[in-house]
């Protein structure tokens, strides 16, 4: 099975991101969308995973969400990677507030799927919520984050903690919760 690790979002915060897609859209060209089922902040990809270790990934969840409370998050502004000509390869929004926690999620993540297999990600952490693929605007991207800037200033709950797998159902990509559980923490 192919899975993720993730913070799975509260509906408010996917309406917020549906709506930034929207003014996104109404300015491309053309877009890869990401739907809004799908919004979430990926905290350790697996790839393909045996499902044998369904068992240790869930104890370590399950470890980590009880030593933490919820975090607060804001959408900050939006940015890129990649860009050729006019095409950008992904859009995403950042996101900013507890993030020293945040980071201590990751590296504790980190630190127990080394310990059953799973090698530490090369890259720094950058947390984001990824809009679009592919995306084609002739419109410069500070005008572009102009247009969306009011919609980043609300505050949002992060709370829920899942290992998510991820399948191609009739073309689309499908994200579903194999296992989840809340942040509870209420003495840190």
Known sequence: MRAFIAFDFPEE???????????????????????????????????????VYIEDIDRILKNISANFNPLKIELNELGYFNRRNNEYRVVWSGLEGDMEVLNSIYDLLEEN?????????????????????????????????????????NQYVLDNLVLMKSEVIMNKRVYTPVVSYKLINKTR
Do not use: C
């Not at 915060?13 to 109404?26: A, G, N, P, V, W």
């Not at 053309?30 to 919004?39: A, E, I, L, T």
């Not at 984001?128 to 969306?148: C, E, M, P, Q, S």
């Open 113 to 153: 799927m080394q310990k059953i297999g799973f090698p530490k990600d090369s890259r720094e952490f950058s947390p984001h919520v990824t809009l679009v693929r592919r995306y084609k605007t002739n419109l410069d991207f500070h005008k572009i984050k102009a247009y969306v800037k009011a919609y980043l200033e």
């Open 13 to 51: 915060l996917k309406d917020r991101l549906y709506e930034i897609q929207s003014i996104l859209k109404d300015i491309s060209n053309k877009g890869s969308w990401v739907s809004k089922n799908n919004f979430h902040l990926t905290l350790k990809f697996l790839g393909e995973i045996d499902e």
